[in-house]
């Protein structure tokens, strides 16, 4: 899939994945006519991106965004309370605000980039007219899934 544009991903930290590679856009193509940003995040949660949406929009005027989540992700191994759980291990004088903490875990990868796509949506910091579109990459196949286009 070849994109172009203001176009910022919203990816997760997982190294395995290569947003501008998945959606065809090299090093050398990322020019002023193309300004792919990926905002990265452990499961590329929208929740956790949208400071960096606020920014972007205001630096250089949003169109369209995309979700991108991906198959074995490790937040789709693992559990908010198992987290929280871990975390309070290794802080645990901070229990109580930890208890409030979300990391963004994954059930489902579809409903979760569908979820993500609403939350951007019906933000009321994002504007109106902002397109969202959200895929999920597999990570053996190299397929691109469409979710939300």
């Not at 929208?46 to 198959?71: C, M, N, S, Y």
């Amino acid at each position: 899939m070849r994109l172009a544009g203001q176009l910022p991903h919203i990816a997760c930290c997982d190294g395995r994945i290569d947003p501008e590679k998945i959606f065809g856009l090299s090093r050398a193509e990322l020019n002023e006519d193309t300004d792919a940003i990926t905002v990265r995040n452990a499961g590329g949660r929208a929740e956790f991106a949208v400071r960096d949406l606020l920014v972007l929009d205001t630096l250089v005027g949003l169109k369209d965004v995309i979700v991108l989540h991906h198959t074995d992700c490790g937040l789709t191994h693992i559990t908010d309370e198992e987290l929280r759980k871990a975390v309070k291990g290794k802080v645990p004088r901070k229990e109580s605000e930890i208890d409030n903490m979300k990391f963004g875990e994954i059930a489902n990868l579809e409903e979760a980039v569908q979820t993500d796509v609403k939350f951007l949506k019906s933000s009321p910091y994002l504007k109106e007219e902002l397109k969202v579109h959200g895929y999920i990459f597999d990570l053996k196949t190299g397929l691109l899934q469409t979710v939300v286009e």
